[in-house]
């Protein structure tokens, strides 16, 4: 596929152009320099039907703390570009940085386009701040303005043009795996090892990825796409707290299964309600125990017990033991993923189903009362992700909150879905009242 980079120093509208590009809001846009870090994807399809990948990069040449590693995280993503879009502000013509950024792209011999953004004034492009753009010496900027759509439409086309006969289709359709946790968890170093790339940035500082990231790869011959999310806090302590939290539960909305990444040393109350989260949304978890290299190896067994005790509720839920500096457990993690995926996409045939509602009514009796029992007339799977069962009965009344458990128990034992959340439906015969049960 042909791959298309968004580059540029902070704060000149790159995540802005990438969202109108790509036709939804994406990438988190703030009036600072800074917000974006990590490398985000997105896929960008021009009149022809021919698509490319489009990467959205962090600001260059900042001169905060962050600047090594946002430079490294780009010049990782630069590796597979076909073009690189250098964005520069139209309005207030080139300054040191962005010199500094097309010094270093000259030497990563990349094809550039020089994008001139927030011109949503024709008068804008016949200054001389806008003719001084010609001294970065990558020929004519392209006049864009996102906010407006000025511009984008007719960007695309030209990308579309220099794509040539280059490939565009999209590739099949990726199992979607969110990574969810606490902040500074683990998560994007996990990210990172299992895509054998500095992907997404990595510190000891809580908070470092504020947006969700997708990160594109093939394990096994299988697409996978990995959602690096920002970690979801107790509380937000500002708006880009609040705006990275709604993120990190779209990016769950959006995903097939869910990675909940566990600290050993730090287990509690924050992890069940993330799980929770991912359970309401139908998305089956596996849970991923990383650091497990930094437990000594006297207390693996204790460290096993307490962490049944604190994970009792989700003891459903598969548990892979990782390790992100080590690649411990990386394979297993991926492959228990798959297998979740395909066990929630699964369909059961209406014959199977109702041949085990005679074994289970039979095994254990519907609820009577006083001689009016309740009658189970048959069950069939409506969807899958999450699989979804609907039962047709006499009385919605009659049905009690034990024999739901016990038919959820059979469906996950019996038929195979033990691992993933289902749902339930009960339906009164004739079109009366219905029950669903999540």
Not at 237 to 260: H, T, W
Request: glycine fraction near 8%; proline fraction near 5%.
């Amino acid at each position: 596929m042909y791959n298309v980079a968004i580059v540029g120093r902070p704060n000149v509208g790159k995540s802005s152009l990438f969202n109108r590009l790509v036709g939804k809001r994406e990438a988190i846009v703030a009036d600072m320099p800074g917000v974006t870090r990590d490398v985000k994807e997105g896929f960008v399809t021009t009149d022809d039907d021919r698509t490319f990948r489009l990467l959205d990069t962090g600001g260059l040449w900042s001169g905060d703390r962050w600047e090594a590693p946002i430079r490294q995280s780009v010049a990782a993503a630069l590796v597979g570009v076909d073009l690189v879009l250098l964005c520069v502000d139209g309005r207030e013509g080139p300054v040191t940085a962005d010199h500094q950024v097309a010094e270093w792209l000259r030497t990563m011999n990349k094809p550039v386009l020089l994008v001139a953004t927030k011109l949503d004034d024709p008068r804008h492009a016949e200054t001389g701040e806008f003719f001084e753009l010609y001294s970065l010496g990558f020929g004519e900027p392209f006049v864009t303005a996102a906010e407006h759509a000025i511009g984008t439409t007719e960007l695309v086309q030209h990308i579309g043009e220099l794509m040539g006969d280059a490939e565009g289709e999209v590739e099949e359709a990726a199992v979607k795996v969110a990574i969810i946790g606490r902040p500074n968890v683990g998560k994007s170093s996990l990210v990172n090892a299992l895509v054998g790339d500095e992907r997404v940035i990595v510190a000891d500082v809580p908070g470092t990825t504020r947006d969700s990231v997708d990160v594109h790869f093939e394990f096994g011959g299988r697409p996978f796409t990995l959602i690096d999310t920002a970690g979801m806090a107790r509380k937000d302590v500002g708006d880009l707290e609040y705006y990275a939290r709604m993120r990190s539960e779209m990016a769950l909305r959006r995903a097939d299964v869910a990675v909940l990444v566990i600290d050993p040393f730090e287990v509690g109350d924050h992890e069940l309600r993330l799980a929770n989260l991912a359970l309401e949304w139908g998305k089956p978890i596996v849970l991923a125990v990383n650091k497990w290299d930094l437990v000594a190896d006297d207390q693996l067994e204790p460290f096993r017990q307490r962490l049944d005790e604190q994970l009792e509720h989700l003891s459903f839920a598969p548990r892979v033991y990782t390790s992100a500096l080590t690649d411990f457990g990386l394979h297993e993690l991926l492959a228990t993923a798959v297998r979740l995926y395909d066990t929630a996409h699964r369909r059961v045939g209406t014959s199977e189903l109702n041949g085990w509602l005679e074994v289970w009514t039979q095994r254990q009796p519907p609820p009577n009362f006083s001689g009016r029992p309740l009658k189970l007339l048959y069950v069939s799977q409506v969807d899958v992700a999450p699989p979804t069962f609907v039962f047709s009965i006499n009385s919605e009344t009659m049905l009690t909150r034990p024999y739901e458990h016990y038919l959820r128990n059979r469906i996950r034992e019996d038929v195979g879905f033990a691992e993933v959340p289902i749902r339930m439906v009960f339906k009164e015969r004739g079109g009366g009242k219905k029950r669903v049960r999540v």
